[in-house]
Nanobody
Framework: QVQLVDAGGGLVQPGGSLRLSCVVS????????MRWYRQVLGKSRDLVAA???????NYDDSVKGRFTISRDNAKNTLYLQMNILKPEDTAVYYC??????????????WGQGTQVTVSS
């Protein structure tokens, strides 16, 4: 079993910054990849950014140049640095990851989500 705990959301003015974190704990052998999603009430959960085991990243076009995904393997933590925030970035942000257990099986786990509100 693996647990992901999201944190770092809050209320910020347009143009401001926030850094989200996702702390991973539990029993796993390796991490395949990790991602940040966001969801607005009543809409689908959309991929924002992803990072592979080797550190290759990709981003949704709407956040390119403003958001940066990173991971600290020593701390088992995933980050999302969000700069130049816009009102349309308002959403609940979720981290997820694909983890390999001792049997070699890959499972996907989700964090509980953290609310980001961009408003003046």
């Amino acid at each position: 079993q693996v647990q992901l705990v999201d944190a770092g959301g809050g209320l910020v003015q347009p143009g401001g910054s926030l850094r989200l974190s996702c702390v991973v704990s539990g029993n796993f052998v390796s991490v395949v990849s990790m991602r940040w999603y966001r969801q607005v009430l009543g809409k689908s959960r959309d991929l924002v950014a992803a990072i592979t085991k080797s550190g290759v990243t990709n981003y949704d076009d709407s956040v390119k140049g403003r958001f940066t995904i990173s991971r600290d393997n020593a701390k088992n933590t995933l980050y999302l640095q969000m700069n130049i925030l816009k009102p349309e970035d308002t959403a609940v942000y979720y981290c997820n990851g694909d983890f390999v257990d001792v049997s070699g099986t890959t499972y996907r786990y989700w964090g509980q989500g953290t609310q980001v509100t961009v408003s003046s």
